[in-house]
């Protein structure tokens, strides 16, 4: 009588193999992370830079900064999504207290209400500047503080601001730099 072929794995050899994957997948999982967290900041980064390029080309055209069509010379802070309660507790200091927002897409996406420019001209709003307005990658809206029109010489900055991975925004808005401090996660760029 011939034997059967009983051709397979033992128990020993299956736990081995999967000790050796658990042992890679431990090894390779903080390098992957970092990957995708420097991948998320790099995206910030450019985002912040599209939207403030955008920002810079209304203001060619139209001769200024995002404002409140009710107080245009009053502080002004506008935001990527409609609705202000997405960002509850992310916004510190000048940011939190900016009596004037809206939102960022009715002056670069749409030429609508609640902010009209003029439609002739040489000043005229000649966008659309960008075709949406998208949330940071860790889903905060990306922010655009405008300072209130005054004498101030020189003019305080205009801040285009990703709030980082820890959702709160950080950097003074009248800081000449983004502040280098150990909890100071903000992304942004200073666009005057």
């Not at 390098?31 to 985002?47: H, L, Q, R, V």
């Not at 939207?51 to 404002?67: F, M």
């Amino acid at each position: 009588m011939k034997k059967g072929n009983n051709s397979g794995f033992t128990l020993v050899e299956v736990v081995v193999v999967v000790a050796v994957i658990a042992i890679l997948a431990a090894v390779l999982t903080p390098y992957i992370t970092k990957y995708i967290d420097d991948s998320k900041i790099a995206k910030a980064k450019n985002e912040v830079q599209v939207i403030s390029a955008s920002l810079a080309n209304l203001y060619k055209d139209t001769g200024r900064w995002p404002t409140s069509q009710a107080a245009p010379n009053a502080a002004y802070l506008a935001w990527t999504t409609t609705a202000p309660t997405t960002f509850p507790g992310m916004l510190t200091g000048a940011w939190a207290t900016a009596a004037n927002t809206g939102n960022l897409a009715n002056h670069l996406v749409t030429n609508g209400p609640p902010v009209n420019y003029p439609a002739t001209g040489d000043m005229m709003w000649r966008g659309p500047y960008a075709t949406t307005i998208p949330l940071d990658p860790w889903g905060h809206p990306y922010l655009v503080y405008v300072p209130a029109a005054g004498a101030v010489n020189p003019p305080p900055p205009i801040w285009v601001l990703s709030a980082g991975p820890n959702g709160i925004v950080n950097n003074a808005a009248n800081a000449p730099a983004l502040v280098n401090a150990a909890n100071n996660d903000d992304i942004g760029i200073r666009i005057r």
